[in-house]
């Protein structure tokens, strides 16, 4: 073929050319529409959490056992949701609000955590909840339990805010069941609480107290202690001059056992019944109380129990070669299986990469119905609590059969479904 043939047919084919290659049209990049924004994570770019929990300082261990019902579920699932292996970055809370603010912070400054698990205390969380909701992301705790980070009586509470979930129940529960078992079984008519100022405590309280006065009860004294004080004498002489037949005190580690130990040193606690609640169901507490907690009475969540949580404990002790200390690391285990499956839910493909909307991965949290975890049926209510509330009160009888023995020594149960 001559060179001008060659020419003429390269000017017919070149159109043809440039007009099929214009049919080649790119693909249209992804567009978020959810109104909270979306994360987006390009091929093999890791999921980002936030984990907040108090990890030093007196509760130090609730904290290391919600890490490890975290690290439980998340082993389960080898390392990975949706084939991404998870990235965490964990900021010690140290239970308080403002550990919670300054923690907080360290985690919404990255756009790409898709969702925070914490806290271990009520205190932190309030701080903690607001400024996640207000990020737009999702917040779960296997250990809060103040009833104003969710509701009071069915109503929002002030502490509430959209996107927090818990899977440890509502104490508001909690004070009912003290209160009821110490009115209609220990028959008594007077009663004193204690607390430290605090969310949770001051929940308790006033739960103990609104539930006692309705059953036709009388609260002679509702007062407090500082966090950090170790000389309770002036406040129990309060209480026996108060004439109280039953001293409510939902306290921490160290101040709930300084109460019980100067109680002790005080003749006329001889015919004062005490009791506390879950937070010092505790092996440590236990140990150190010995002989002083004997007779004493808690309020907790009931324990649950089963194939699955035998399972759970075994994978415990297997992985940190010692026991629990406390149950609620189960229900950390719940809060990052209910997490992770509604990651699973949310989250789309789009040319490789993973987006997940926010507002997306909160209506999944919400839609969360009769899910069977290690405690049980968890079904998320719209403020937040998937936990059914179910509560023991126990007593210690068997100081040497310890934390097991406390567990198991069962005086009343109490959920709001059952008719007392």
């Given at each position: 073929?001559?060179?001008?043939?060659?020419?003429?047919?390269?000017?017919m084919?070149?159109?043809?050319v440039?007009?099929?290659?214009?049919?080649?049209?790119?693909?249209?990049?992804?567009?978020?529409?959810?109104?909270?924004?979306?994360?987006v994570?390009?091929?093999?770019e890791?999921?980002?959490?936030?984990?907040?929990?108090?990890?030093?300082?007196?509760?130090?261990n609730?904290?290391?056992?919600?890490v490890?019902?975290?690290?439980l579920?998340?082993?389960?699932?080898?390392?990975?949701?949706?084939?991404?292996?998870?990235?965490?970055?964990?900021?010690?809370?140290?239970?308080?609000?403002?550990?919670?603010?300054?923690?907080?912070?360290?985690?919404?400054?990255?756009?790409?955590?898709i969702?925070?698990?914490?806290?271990?205390c009520?205190?932190?969380?309030?701080?903690?909840?607001?400024?996640v909701?207000?990020?737009?992301?999702?917040?779960?705790?296997?250990?809060?339990?103040?009833?104003?980070?969710?509701?009071v009586?069915g109503?929002?509470?002030p502490?509430?805010?959209e996107g927090?979930?818990?899977?440890?129940?509502?104490?508001?529960?909690?004070?009912?069941?003290?209160?009821?078992y110490?009115?209609n079984?220990l028959?008594?008519?007077?009663?004193?609480?204690?607390?430290d100022?605090?969310?949770?405590?001051?929940?308790?309280?006033?739960g103990?107290?609104?539930?006692f006065?309705?059953?036709?009860?009388?609260?002679?004294?509702?007062?407090?202690?500082n966090?950090?004080?170790?000389?309770m004498?002036?406040?129990?002489?309060?209480?026996l001059?108060?004439?109280?037949?039953?001293l409510?005190?939902?306290?921490?580690?160290?101040?709930?056992?300084?109460?019980?130990?100067?109680?002790?040193?005080?003749t006329?606690?001889?015919?004062v019944?005490?009791?506390?609640?879950?937070?010092?169901?505790?092996?440590?507490?236990?140990?150190?109380?010995?002989?002083?907690?004997?007779?004493?009475?808690?309020?907790?969540?009931?324990?649950?129990?089963?194939p699955?949580?035998?399972q759970?404990?075994e994978?415990?002790?297997?992985?940190y070669?010692?026991?629990?200390s406390v149950l609620?690391?189960?229900?950390?285990y719940?809060?990052a299986?209910?997490?992770?499956?509604a990651?699973?839910t949310?989250?789309?493909?789009?040319?490789?990469?993973?987006?997940i909307?926010?507002?997306a991965?909160r209506?999944?949290?919400?839609a969360m119905?009769?899910?069977?975890?290690v405690?049980?049926?968890?079904n998320?209510?719209?403020?937040?609590?998937?936990?059914r509330?179910?509560?023991?009160?126990?007593?210690?009888?068997?100081?040497?059969?310890?934390?097991?023995g406390?567990?198991s020594?069962?005086?009343?149960?109490f959920?709001?479904?059952?008719?007392?």
């Amino acid at each position: 073929m001559s060179l001008n043939s060659w020419l003429r047919c390269l000017v017919m084919v070149l159109p043809l050319v440039f007009m099929f290659s214009g049919c080649e049209k790119e693909k249209p990049r992804f567009q978020c529409r959810d109104d909270l924004g979306c994360v987006v994570l390009a091929p093999g770019e890791p999921l980002k959490i936030g984990v907040l929990q108090a990890l030093s300082g007196k509760v130090a261990n609730l904290g290391r056992e919600q890490v490890r019902g975290f690290e439980l579920a998340l082993k389960d699932r080898d390392g990975e949701i949706l084939g991404r292996k998870v990235a965490i970055q964990t900021e010690d809370t140290e239970c308080s609000p403002e550990g919670g603010a300054n923690a907080v912070l360290k985690i919404i400054a990255d756009p790409q955590h898709i969702a925070v698990f914490g806290t271990t205390c009520s205190g932190a969380a309030a701080v903690a909840s607001k400024a996640v909701s207000a990020a737009g992301l999702v917040m779960i705790s296997g250990n809060n339990s103040a009833p104003f980070l969710t509701s009071v009586g069915g109503k929002p509470a002030p502490d509430y805010h959209e996107g927090y979930f818990r899977t440890a129940p509502n104490e508001e529960n909690a004070g009912k069941a003290a209160a009821t078992y110490a009115y209609n079984y220990l028959k008594v008519k007077k009663a004193a609480v204690i607390n430290d100022g605090d969310i949770y405590t001051r929940g308790l309280t006033q739960g103990f107290c609104a539930a006692f006065e309705a059953l036709g009860g009388e609260i002679v004294l509702d007062t407090s202690v500082n966090k950090g004080d170790n000389e309770m004498a002036p406040v129990l002489t309060a209480v026996l001059n108060a004439d109280a037949g039953l001293l409510f005190f939902p306290l921490f580690q160290p101040e709930g056992y300084h109460i019980l130990f100067q109680a002790r040193k005080m003749t006329g606690f001889k015919d004062v019944v005490l009791m506390s609640d879950g937070a010092l169901i505790d092996r440590s507490f236990l140990e150190a109380a010995g002989e002083q907690a004997r007779g004493m009475y808690f309020v907790g969540p009931a324990s649950p129990s089963g194939p699955r949580v035998a399972q759970l404990e075994e994978k415990y002790i297997a992985a940190y070669e010692a026991p629990p200390s406390v149950l609620y690391y189960l229900s950390a285990y719940d809060a990052a299986g209910l997490l992770f499956s509604a990651i699973e839910t949310a989250a789309i493909e789009d040319n490789g990469n993973l987006v997940i909307g926010r507002r997306a991965l909160r209506r999944a949290m919400y839609a969360m119905e009769n899910v069977q975890g290690v405690t049980g049926l968890l079904n998320c209510d719209g403020f937040g609590d998937c936990a059914r509330p179910v509560f023991n009160v126990l007593q210690l009888e068997d100081v040497d059969a310890g934390l097991d023995g406390l567990k198991s020594n069962v005086k009343f149960s109490f959920s709001p479904e059952k008719k007392e």
